[in-house]
Structure formats: structure tokens, C-alpha cells
């Protein structure tokens, strides 16, 4: 057996024990409570779900297993999914050999690169990342087992080689996305002698030879993996996976959620805005200036993107880890600049705005991650998401192998009409 696969084998037991353990303690305890709100507003606040991949505390932002993003920021993309999935950092040996395994799947079939060079010029490159997945739905491992019939105790293993091949194939995908929708379509051959986000970068054939832009893709496709269960992608994915539909189907589906601009399109946004700062008013803009820009901004009535967070209440420590990057790598920049000036001003501007309604001042992780992308070369806004989306799918595929493993039931959460409320919750 893999490492990885023993691994999860083992994580999956004490999970399973610690479930066993809430059930004795108590299955019908009560964990929150519903409104009339929450039922017409996207069910927030609502704590309804397990997911043991990652958290995501108000106060200390992302955890991964024990580890909080300070903790596991240096690590390779491949030691984070390890994490995700077994909930344990790989050893030396464990991780080689994960390496070489996903080096072995990493052929992308060439009907792929036929159904995406086929599209519209214009296609976005979110629906070409998409599509690329599903097209490649015919090799699910899952799917064919399944019809042959497997125990349900077994389905993880075969949803692990679905997200291994998957996962493999992701970089290169991605790169040929870059290559095709915005260079010559020559796409440039996988190394296996690179590692995961190497080999992205290696691909997407960027011509500035600079070793940081390399630390900065690991770093990126670290800070983006997994967010928790209920944000749309990952519960995208896992509602699709629940039903059974192979990790193709909920991987696909999960990056639909992502391509949406509420969710992971909110990137690309905040760098325009930082754009048309430096535009406008340059990188020597002084702190009154930038301060009398914001608040005509938010006089106008538009919001200040990267700042404010649905769960977060202090600066995202995945904000902190590009801002040290940039510090240490491109403080020259001029969109770095103008990031980290508007970190200065932006929080006690918030604060007092609204009379206070702001629940969260402070910084997200997309305030800095396209400044950074763009200093080094890569400036085409549209392929910011499909990034962010490499990394997602570690989440994705660790999230549905854990739910198999554990037996998790479809997901079929209750819905009611207004009739129902109005005559069964005296709200008239
Ligand atoms: N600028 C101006 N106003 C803001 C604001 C900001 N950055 N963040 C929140 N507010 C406003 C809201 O619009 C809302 O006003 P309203 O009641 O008049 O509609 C009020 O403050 C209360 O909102 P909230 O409870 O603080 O936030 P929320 O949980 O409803 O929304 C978020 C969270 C991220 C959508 C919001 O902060 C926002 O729009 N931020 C800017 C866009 C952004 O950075 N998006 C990326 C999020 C990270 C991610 O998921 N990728």
C-alpha cells in the first residue's frame, strides 16, 4: 500500500473513533439554531456540516490539521494535500514517493487538448479548466469499479486513484490552458525531474527566468487549498460527490462555484483596483491622498476589495504570508506598494464607516495575491482563478475521499415553500 494510502487507512480510523465518540456523548445535542434569516439567507451562521480537512477560526484564520498557516506557509503544495488527506505531514520517503507517483499520472490524454483547442478564442479559462476535468470523466477508476460492484468501506480507495490522476494531470492542464488561451497554443512538456508547482510554473513558460516567481506559485498554490467545507466551491463538490457522481463530476462542478466573482473571482477585482491607483494616482501616492481616494470610493457606494471577510475577524494570516513574500522578494514593486499603503489606511477607515456595521476591517488573502502574480510576469487576470483553482482541488478531492472513507449519506438538507413558514411558524 502507498504511503498515502496508509495514511488516510489510518486517519480514517481515528476519525471514525472520534465519531463514535460524539455519537455515545450525544447524536441528538443540539449544535445551533435556525432562524427564518438564515433559511433566506444563505443559511450563514448555520453550523450543519463536518469537515475534517481544514478550519477556519474568526481569530487565527486557516488551519490544516494542528497546524496554523504560519505553520505549513513553507511547505510544498504535495506535503499540504498529504496533510489534508491523512492529517499528517509526510515523511521524506512518503513524499518521494508521492512525488514519483503523480509524475507516473501526469500525461494528460490528447482528446483533451482537442476539446479545449476547439472552443471559442474567447472561452474563459475557468470553463476550459472545467471542461478539461470533465472531458477526462471517462477514466474515473471509481465509476468503473463501481459498476462492477464494490463494498461502500472500499469507495475511498478507488476515489483516491480518481484524485491522484486528477491532481497529476492538474499542472500540466492549467499550463496548457495559459499556453492555448492566451500564448502560441505550443504547449511545453511536463519535467518529472520538477515538483508539482515547479512544474506549473516550468509549463506556463513565463520568460523571466526569476527563481522567486517559482516560491511565490508554491506559496500561492499552498495558501489557497482548502477553506473549510461550506464556503460554495468545496460544498459544491462534496454535495456532487455525495450523490456518488465520480471526482471528475465534483471537481468540475466545485470549480463552477470557485469561477463565480463573489467567490474565487474576487482576486482579480482587487488587483484592478490597485491598477487604477497607480494609474490614477502612482506608487508615490502619499497616505492623505490614498485615504481621500478610499473614502470617495466607498462614498460612491462600491465596496474596498480584499478587505472584509464572511468568517475572519483580524488580518488574514494568508494576507500577512504574501505581504512578507513581497517584502522580501519585490518591495519595489509598484503594486506592492500601493497593497501594503493601502494595508495602512484601509482598516481605521472601515472601522469607523457604517457606524461600525463593517464586521471585519482588515485584509483578505486576495488584498495582496495579484499584486504579487503581476509584479512577476503573469498579467492576465482572467487566469487568476484557474490558480486558485489548482489548489482548490487539493481540498476538493481531500474532502470527498474522507467523506467516503467515513460513509458520510447524500446531502439532502430540507427545503420549505413560504406557504409552509406562513402556516407552520406563525409569522403572519
Ligand atoms: N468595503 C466596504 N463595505 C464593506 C466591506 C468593504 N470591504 N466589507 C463589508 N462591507 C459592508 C457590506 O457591504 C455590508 O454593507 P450593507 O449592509 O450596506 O450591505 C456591511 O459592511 C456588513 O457586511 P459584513 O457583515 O462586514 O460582510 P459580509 O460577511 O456580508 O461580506 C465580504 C463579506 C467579503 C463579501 C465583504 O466584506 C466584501 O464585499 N468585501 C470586499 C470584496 C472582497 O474582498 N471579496 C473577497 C472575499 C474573500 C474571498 O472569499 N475570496
Not at 351 to 375: C, F, Q, R, T
Amino acid at each position: 500500500m502507498s504511503s498515502i494510502k496508509e495514511g488516510i487507512h489510518d486517519h480514517l480510523i481515528e476519525l471514525q473513533e472520534e465519531i463514535d465518540c460524539i455519537f455515545t456523548a450525544g447524536r441528538n445535542t443540539k449544535v445551533s439554531e435556525v432562524n427564518i434569516g438564515q433559511i433566506y439567507g444563505g443559511m450563514r451562521g448555520v453550523v450543519a456540516l463536518a469537515c475534517n480537512t481544514s478550519y477556519v477560526d474568526p481569530y487565527s484564520g486557516l488551519h490544516i490539521g494542528d497546524y496554523t498557516t504560519d505553520n505549513f506557509s513553507h511547505k510544498l503544495p504535495e506535503e499540504i494535500f498529504f496533510l489534508l488527506s491523512t492529517g499528517k505531514f509526510p515523511e521524506a520517503e512518503s513524499l518521494a514517493e508521492f512525488q514519483n507517483d503523480l509524475n507516473q499520472r501526469a500525461q494528460v490524454p490528447q482528446y483533451v487538448w482537442d476539446v479545449l483547442r476547439n472552443l471559442p478564442r474567447d472561452t474563459h479559462p475557468m470553463t476550459m479548466l472545467s471542461l478539461g476535468i470533465l472531458s477526462m470523466e471517462n477514466e474515473s477508476v471509481f465509476k468503473r469499479e463501481y459498476q462492477k460492484g464494490i463494498e461502500k468501506r472500499n469507495y475511498w480507495k478507488y476515489t483516491l486513484e480518481d484524485a491522484l490522476n486528477i491532481l497529476a494531470k492538474l499542472p500540466s492542464l492549467a499550463a496548457g490552458i495559459y499556453r492555448i488561451r492566451f500564448g502560441n497554443g505550443v504547449l511545453i512538456a511536463h519535467d518529472s525531474k520538477l515538483d508539482w508547482s515547479g512544474n506549473l510554473v516550468h509549463m506556463l513558460g513565463i520568460p523571466d527566468g526569476d527563481k522567486s516567481f517559482a516560491d511565490l506559485m508554491r506559496l500561492y498554490l499552498v495558501l489557497h487549498c482548502d477553506h473549510e467545507g461550506g464556503n460554495v466551491s468545496a460544498f459544491t463538490s462534496r454535495v456532487v460527490n455525495s450523490a456518488l457522481s465520480d471526482l471528475y463530476y465534483a471537481v468540475s462542478a466545485g470549480l463552477n462555484g470557485l469561477a463565480g466573482p463573489l467567490h474565487g473571482l474576487a482576486n482579480q477585482e482587487c488587483l484592478q483596483f490597485i491598477l487604477k491607483i497607480d494609474e490614477q494616482l502612482s506608487d508615490q501616492v502619499s497616505e492623505e491622498e490614498l485615504k481621500a481616494y478610499v473614502l470617495d470610493v466607498l462614498d460612491s457606494g462600491k465596496v474596498i476589495p480584499g478587505y472584509g471577510h464572511a468568517v475572519l475577524r483580524v488580518t488574514d494570516p494568508r494576507f500577512t504570508a504574501f505581504m512578507k513574500f513581497g517584502e522580501e522578494n519585490c518591495s519595489n514593486s509598484s503594486c506592492f506598494k500601493i497593497a501594503k499603503k493601502l494595508f495602512s489606511v484601509v482598516p481605521d477607515i472601515l472601522k469607523n464607516y457604517k457606524e461600525g456595521k463593517i464586521a471585519n476591517p482588515y485584509p483578505n488573502v486576495d488584498a495582496m495575491s495579484g499584486s504579487l502574480l503581476h509584479h512577476f510576469g503573469l498579467k492576465q487576470f482572467d487566469y487568476y482563478t484557474v490558480l486558485f483553482g489548482v489548489s482548490r482541488v487539493m481540498g476538493f478531492c481531500a474532502q470527498n475521499i474522507l467523506a467516503q472513507g467515513l460513509g458520510q449519506p447524500i446531502i439532502r438538507p430540507k427545503s420549505v415553500t413560504n406557504k409552509w413558514v406562513l402556516e407552520n411558524l406563525a409569522v403572519k
